[in-house]
Every structure is written in C-alpha cells, then in structure tokens.
C-alpha cells in the first residue's frame, strides 16, 4: 500500500462551522505534513509531525489546528475559517523528515 | 531562510522536443533535493530524488536530473517530450528535517 489517503474529497464549510480533515496511511511512514495549495502555486508547508510529536508549525493561525492520534492518522481541525482559507489542503508523510513525501489526492475546501 | 526558485513559469515544446527546466536553490548546507509532477486534477508524484552520491540521477518515464553543488542547481531534463508530459514541474528541497520548500512551479505545455 503506497497511498496516501483524505478525507474528504471536497468540503463546503460556512465560517462558524468547524470541521476536520481526515489523512491516513499504512506504509510505516513517522513523518505526516499538512500543506495547503492555493490555485497555481505551490504547496506550502504548514504543520509537520515526526513521530507522532508537532515538529514544526509555519506560524499557521490557530483557527487551524492539527493533531496526530497514531503514527497512521493525521487530523487537521479547521474552526472559523475565512473565505481566504479556500484552498486544496494536502496531507503527505515520509519514512523521516530526511526522505522523500507521499502526497495524498487532497481535500478541496471552500469556505462561505 | 531557504528558498527555491525555477527559472520558467511556463513552457511551451512541441511532442520530441527536448525539455530542460532549471531549478536553484538558496541554502548552503547540505540538501536532499527532488521534483516533483502534478498532473491535471491529480495528486503530487515524485519523479526523481537526490540525497548523495552520483550527481545524475534518473527517475520515473523518463526524466533525469543533474545536481551541481557549485551552481546550487538541479535541473530537470528529458530527451523527447510527449503530449502526456503536460503538467505543473516543482522542485522541492529538504535541508535535512528542518523544512521541505517547493519551487514556485513551471507549467509545462507540450503541443501534439
């Protein structure tokens, strides 16, 4: 299994909602990243975990709130978001921080 | 801060043309380096790594890449495009587990 997997695929969230974003993989990796891509750019780095354990968060505003259950799973809680926060948001994990990412396909938020 | 940056936003070659996008980076230490394709509505795929040893690496249909420390440079290349080559190239570096930055993105457009 070299999948990366999200959940959901789309997600339409008004700004007083509060959702959560689902990754997950089987492939023994200790390293999770949440990035976020805006159309036509790059992924940008927002959280990563190295065993289980927040290992860097680029100044991500709190209203995104990310948690990591077992080395499997990594959850990305989202709570009064703004419109600006539309984006696809990417999950990827690596055997370490020193090895290549595994993408997942995405979750595709909108934010009314 | 490291920083990634590629010398095309967008590409235009004819199916046999050769291909040869350019990528440097700005950190002086030592580096693991990669590309990166995203095709169409899909997910991120790695197409080639560097972490040490020969500077030429060669990846997946058909992409290779040379590292040179000297020019802080990995440029992607491919001998003869195909119209399936149409995609968004990224090149993304990780200094060793303090972060992993990606390019801006060069569009690739290969006419049939």
């Known amino acids: 299994d070299t999948e990366v997997t999200q959940t959901p695929k789309h997600l339409v969230m008004g700004m007083t909602n509060k959702k959560s974003l689902k990754c997950e993989q089987h492939?023994?990796?200790?390293?999770m990243y949440w990035y976020k891509q805006k159309a036509k750019k790059p992924p940008e780095l927002m959280f990563v975990?190295?065993?289980?354990?927040?290992?860097i968060n680029e100044s991500v505003p709190s209203r995104f709130s990310p948690e990591c259950p077992n080395s499997s799973l990594l959850n990305l809680h989202l709570h009064a978001l703004q419109p600006e926060d539309s984006a696809l948001y990417l999950c990827?994990?690596?055997?370490?921080?020193?090895?290549?990412?595994?993408f997942g396909q995405g979750t595709r938020l909108t934010v009314v | 801060a490291q920083s990634v940056s590629q010398h095309n936003h967008h590409v235009i070659l004819s199916e046999a043309a050769s291909l040869e996008l350019g990528c440097n980076y700005s950190y002086g230490g030592t580096v693991n380096l990669f590309w990166y394709v995203q095709y169409p509505g899909q997910h991120l795929q790695l197409l080639l790594k560097y972490f040490s040893g020969d500077p030429l690496v060669k990846g997946i249909k058909g992409f290779e890449a040379e590292f040179i420390k000297s020019k802080f440079s990995f440029n992607l290349r491919k001998p003869s495009v195909q119209w399936s080559d149409t995609a968004e190239y990224f090149c993304?570096?990780?200094?060793?587990?303090?972060?992993?930055?990606f390019g801006p993105g060069t569009r690739l457009s290969v006419l049939p």
């Open positions: 975990y190295s065993y289980e354990k927040l290992s």
């Open positions: 993304a570096v990780n200094n060793y587990g303090q972060n992993f930055v």
């Open positions: 492939m023994g990796h200790r390293a």
């Open positions: 990827a994990s690596s055997k370490n921080m020193n090895t290549e990412a595994f």
